[in-house]
């Protein structure tokens, strides 16, 4: 603990410091120091003290106080204009010595795990805290052995004293220890209450929104099956069809986690198959869609196909929301184990702060967003295998990235 004079202060401290395991609270140890210093301040009682506290959170209004006190000489041993040397490691402690009593109190934060309790040592009208003076003041610039000498309160080994507050001090501990964990089981009961609360409205309201809408898809597919009949098989027809399934099966998702519906599928195809309907809105925006094939043969992937759709409507969504008069390009490539497919425009570059966010649950750039989009298709394409990824984004482009592995049969 200290790198000179440790014979003498290790036999000063092995009685209660460092040989006992007992460890105090902040709380514990600025009600001890306010203890300590209050009747000199109340009192404007002439005497000596030195300190050295590395953080004052808690007792700076019995510091200030004392600070215009007439008759106290008070020395901070943190101020090196008064310390030659400060080779005392993490140690705090106060020392007092005047007419009325004299007392020592050293601590140590460092021994803690968390930084919050430490280890204590306390002596009132004790020749030890002579002791623990003579290591301190070789240590100054200035001579306070007069000072600190010229106060005799009656000196006596007052053992039976020092164990007394010492154990008055654990079951304060203890009460301070019960009450800040009761404080704050209490809190964390309060705020998972509000939280449940509020989670329970969210999917009440997510369930009857998910109810409503329904309703209202089930009347959209009556009309597109009476379109069907009237005009026979249309491309638009089932292209409107296909939507509403992709929105009953988002609406699905909000509510459960359903199981996936996998099967093999020509990657290819599910791409060509999902621009078909990319083709209907991208004009709104004068964008176009472009597909680059760079894969030979056939791509073969175990997926399901419905959610896998969702995942490429979502990015080429955001592609054509954040570009005009571009053109938005799907590349697919392949290697021995793997489907690679890159999606890119020419848009406005993404933000390099947000650029780490785009994956995470709730965030969103967008005023009126629910930040779910790219999440949820992160947790498609993990429940598929598969993983998504943000290649880069700079002036000239923005290319994502959807990796998924290709089926063991057409491995083998």
Not at 66 to 85: A, H, P, R
Request: proline share 1%; charged share 30%; aromatic share 8%.
């Amino acid at each position: 603990m200290y790198k000179n004079n440790k014979k003498s202060l290790k036999n000063f401290l092995n009685s209660e410091y460092d040989t006992n395991d007992e460890f105090f609270s902040k709380r514990t140890v600025n009600g001890l120091l306010r203890s300590l210093l209050e009747p000199i301040a109340a009192n404007n009682a002439k005497s000596l003290i030195i300190t050295r506290f590395k953080n004052t959170n808690g007792i700076e209004g019995i510091i200030k106080r004392l600070e215009y006190c007439s008759n106290v000489n008070m020395y901070s041993f943190l101020d090196f204009d008064i310390i030659s040397k400060d080779d005392l490691i993490e140690t705090e402690f106060l020392i007092i010595t005047s007419h009325r009593y004299n007392a020592v109190l050293i601590w140590d934060y460092s021994d803690s795990n968390d930084k919050s309790e430490t280890k204590l040592c306390i002596r009132v009208n004790s020749k030890d805290v002579n002791e623990v003076f003579e290591i301190v003041k070789d240590r100054l610039k200035i001579n306070l052995d007069e000072e600190f000498y010229s106060y005799r309160p009656e000196r006596r080994e007052n053992a039976l004293l020092n164990d007394a507050i010492y154990n008055v001090l654990k079951m304060l501990n203890e009460n301070i220890k019960e009450n800040d964990f009761n404080s704050k089981e209490q809190e964390a009961l309060i705020n998972k209450l509000q939280t449940q609360n509020s989670l329970d409205e969210i999917n009440a309201n997510i369930r009857y929104c998910c109810h409503e809408i329904k309703n209202q898809l089930g009347v959209l597919d009556i009309y597109a099956k009476i379109l069907e009949k009237k005009f026979g098989e249309d491309n638009n027809i089932g292209l409107i069809r296909k939507s509403i399934s992709l929105i009953r099966l988002q609406l699905d998702d909000l509510r459960a986690n359903d199981n996936l519906n996998f099967e093999e599928k020509d990657l290819k195809e599910v791409i060509k198959s999902s621009i078909q309907v990319f083709e209907r809105i991208l004009p709104e925006r004068n964008n176009k869609i472009k597909f680059v094939d760079c894969a030979k043969g056939k791509v073969i992937v175990f997926i399901d196909e419905e959610r896998f759709f969702a995942i490429l409507n979502n990015i080429v969504k955001n592609a054509d929301e954040s570009t005009q008069n571009d053109e938005i390009e799907i590349r697919i490539e392949a290697d021995e184990k793997y489907a690679k497919i890159f999606i890119k425009n020419h848009g406005e570059k993404i933000d390099e702060q947000i650029q780490t966010k785009l994956f995470t649950e709730g965030f969103s750039t967008k005023k009126n967003g629910w930040g779910l989009g790219l999440n949820i298709c992160k947790k498609y394409l993990a429940a598929q295998l598969g993983s998504i990824s943000l290649v880069k984004s700079d002036d000239n482009e923005t290319e994502f990235l959807v990796t998924i592995p290709l089926s063991q049969k057409a491995v083998s």
